[in-house]
Nanobody, 116 residues
Framework: QVQLVESGGGVVQTGGSLRLSCQAS????????VGWYRQPPGKQREIVAA???????NYVDSVKGRFAISRDIAKNTIYLQMDDLKPEDTAVYYCASPATVASGSWGQGTQVTVSS
């Protein structure tokens, strides 16, 4: 099973930006899709954005126009560019493949905190 490691979180003010990275242990083209998920304090984990192996991407409505998922195939890395951050974006962010979700073998994630 491919290993995915998140990084890039931090503390930013409302309206700020962050770029999260998801480093894969093998070619991301071998993964059907990779998604960015988040779990706000006291809430359930939710999917935020996903990119398929063919390059098509999808977003949850609450981040459309603010977040952008992309990938660098040569670096086996998937990114999540987050702009115009809001306090409600505060969460632990995870990247995951369908196998990750099915097995429940989530990584440690990366904390994003947006201060008002």
């Amino acid at each position: 099973q491919v290993q995915l490691v998140e990084s890039g979180g931090g503390v930013v003010q409302t309206g700020g930006s962050l770029r999260l990275s998801c480093q894969a242990s093998e070619s991301i083209l071998s993964i059907n899709a990779v998604g960015w998920y988040r779990q706000p304090p006291g809430k359930q984990r939710e999917i935020v954005a996903a990119i398929a192996s063919g390059g098509h991407s999808n977003y949850v409505d609450s981040v459309k126009g603010r977040f952008a998922i992309s990938r660098d195939i040569a670096k086996n890395t998937i990114y999540l560019q987050m702009d115009d951050l809001k306090p409600e974006d505060t969460a632990v962010y995870y990247c995951a493949s369908p196998a990750t979700v099915a097995s429940g073998s989530w990584g440690q994630g990366t904390q994003v905190t947006v201060s008002s």
